[in-house]
């Protein structure tokens, strides 16, 4: 059975791609679907070809109905509809009235809404650490303001002495803290915190630098055996200028007993007390710390050399030792008699005012007969201590602590926002001493006391609970100093012999001497050797003193000698750090 013909056969598509596509009917699909035709035979249709070919039955292909795609419709239906805009808010009352201000109606229609859980955790943190900052910093201008208010009167009292009086004056000491290069810390503590009262107080003070362990120590011993010797008459006192404002020994010392001593920690305390018990309790002999270490360091025999010696420098010894007491007493025989020498006219002061005076002229040999004589021995009697020792000035403990290390950030944030208790302990220091509270110094409490807690040691037991906090660089100081002192002295050496060599001429300056045009000499590193050991000397000595085994250096004899002042007793709040 033969395939019917198509009575409408679809018209030709154009080929021609630039001419413009004819409107498509509205019963034809549209050219751009891509389902096929629907075609729809007649079942009588027979095939009319010449060729007697036959065209198979295409009855159960049916053609499709044209498809329109709509245009706008996806952008209504689906995901695109829930992005339109909502209708906005309207405004009523006085939020209606606003918006014709100019303010945004984002800002009118605003609803807050409790932030998520990380935001509710940054806000609570900063807010609670920035209201614990204010609060600190608050009560420590509220304290300095009262204390300052409290002391300024003293700043407006008239001297004794009207223009030409001179007001107080206190020392303030500050050691250096075990384990800290900065050796001006403690000094900073009393400039930041107790300075200010002072100065509206008018009271003046002094600063003395430590710049090792242990130099309050020897300062306190050479100013004591200084004075020791003079009122011995072992050495002359040096000479004052008779001017106004010029205090004589006596009004000084009037004026360092009125004034006071204050010491920034325990390590000051402890320095302190080593330097009286040294100066009042130890010799008058001659003393100085760096003459001293100089000593040491010349009978060590590092820079001693042997050198060939001939028989004629072997007899020079003696001849010389002969010829040296004939020569001392030929010279003391050329000196003047002793009625002949000329008083020396005791000095006024005003010396630079007058010409000068001739002196007495003595032969050159004079220097050479006194070198050889010796020096005149102290009595026994002269190195005991005074009795009753002379008074000394009142001393300020001052509590100082220095957190230093990795392991101490803990004390040290938390520091940082208790600074109101560091400010009120200055203030109640500067207050007892502007005011001059002062009782006995208290070694240790009777057990009877009532006082309890870290009161019932005594004066003896300031600021103890802080030597904990030493790092453990100021424990390992005796090691590391052992350890460079090594390190040196094994090249010291080679430079040793080579300054000695060439110093002999026994060789040429090598080609780095001669680009930098100086040669190390003996006495140069005789120099940087002296300087080096009076570093590693000092403070391994102050460390022996400051360590915490070490305990405070104290006499029976000073029962009732010393004196300190009274601050006020501390309440449950405050801070120790």
């Not at 053609?63 to 992005?83: D, H, I, R």
């Not at 420098?313 to 030792?321: D, G, H, I, L």
């Not at 020792?389 to 990795?406: C, E, M, S, T």
Request: charged share 25%; proline share 11%.
């Amino acid at each position: 059975m033969s395939a019917p013909e198509h009575p409408h056969p679809p018209p030709a598509q154009p080929t021609n791609p630039s001419s413009p596509p004819h409107p498509a009917p509205s019963n034809t699909p549209s050219p751009t679907s891509s389902s096929p035709p629907n075609v729809k035979l007649d079942a009588n249709a027979s095939s009319g070809s010449a060729s007697g070919s036959t065209i198979p039955s295409l009855g159960s292909i049916t053609q499709p109905q044209p498809q329109s795609q709509p245009q706008a419709q996806p952008l209504v239906n689906g995901n695109a509809a829930s992005k339109t805009k909502p209708k906005p808010v309207e405004l009523t009352g006085f939020r209606s009235a606003l918006s014709h201000t100019g303010i945004p109606h984002s800002v009118l229609t605003y609803k807050p809404k409790l932030p998520g859980r990380n935001w509710l955790i940054f806000w609570t943190l900063t807010a609670s650490l920035s209201a614990t900052y204010w609060y600190d910093r608050r009560e420590c201008a509220r304290i300095k303001q009262e204390t300052i208010q409290q002391v300024q009167d003293k700043g407006k009292e008239v001297l004794e002495g009207g223009s030409l009086g001179l007001n107080r004056r206190i020392t303030v000491y500050g050691a250096k803290w075990p384990g800290d290069e900065d050796t001006d810390r403690a000094l900073r503590y009393f400039r930041k915190y107790v300075k200010p009262y002072l100065v509206a107080a008018a009271i003046d003070y002094d600063l003395p630098t430590s710049p090792l362990q242990g130099s309050i120590t020897r300062q306190i011993h050479a100013k004591i055996l200084s004075q020791r010797r003079q009122a011995l008459g072992l050495e002359q006192p040096e000479p004052q200028l008779s001017l106004p404002g010029v205090l004589s020994p006596e009004e000084y010392k009037k004026r360092e007993l009125e004034g006071g001593v204050v010491l920034v920690g325990r390590a000051s305390l402890k320095e302190y007390m080593e330097g009286l018990r040294r100066g009042w309790m130890g010799r008058v002999d001659p003393w100085k710390w760096e003459d001293e270490i100089e000593g040491k360091l010349s009978k060590d025999g590092v820079f001693d050399f042997d050198e060939p010696k001939s028989p004629e420098s072997e007899s020079e010894p003696e001849s010389a030792s002969a010829s040296e007491v004939d020569q001392a007493s030929l010279d003391q025989s050329r000196l003047p008699p002793a009625a002949s020498i000329p008083p020396v006219k005791p000095t006024t002061g005003l010396g630079f005012l007058s010409r000068p005076q001739p002196q007495p002229q003595f032969p050159q040999q004079t220097a050479t007969a006194t070198a050889t004589t010796t020096t005149p021995q102290i009595p026994e009697r002269y190195h005991q201590p005074p009795f009753p020792l002379p008074a000394q000035p009142p001393i300020l403990l001052l509590p100082f602590v220095n957190h230093i290390g990795f392991t101490q950030i803990p004390q040290m944030i938390l520091s940082f926002f208790t600074e109101r208790y560091r400010v009120k302990e200055g203030s109640d220091a500067a207050l007892a001493l502007i005011n001059n509270h002062i009782r006995p110094f208290t070694p240790s409490l009777s057990s009877g006391s009532s006082e309890s807690g870290s009161d019932k040691a005594g004066d003896l037991s300031f600021d103890q609970e802080k030597e904990k906090w030493y790092n453990k660089d100021s424990r390992e100081l005796p090691t590391r100093i052992e350890t460079a002192r090594k390190d040196y002295y094994e090249t010291l050496a080679p430079r040793i012999t080579a300054a000695r060599e060439y110093e002999m001429g026994q060789r040429e300056m090598t080609e780095e001497e001669q680009k930098s045009g100086k040669v190390t000499r003996l006495d140069e590193l005789k120099e940087e050797r002296k300087k080096k050991e009076l570093r590693w000397m000092g403070n391994l000595e102050g460390w022996d003193i400051v360590r915490p085994e070490s305990q405070v250096a104290w006499d029976e004899r000073w029962e009732g000698w010393l004196s300190v002042f009274e601050l006020p007793k501390s309440k449950d709040d405050s801070g120790n750090n």
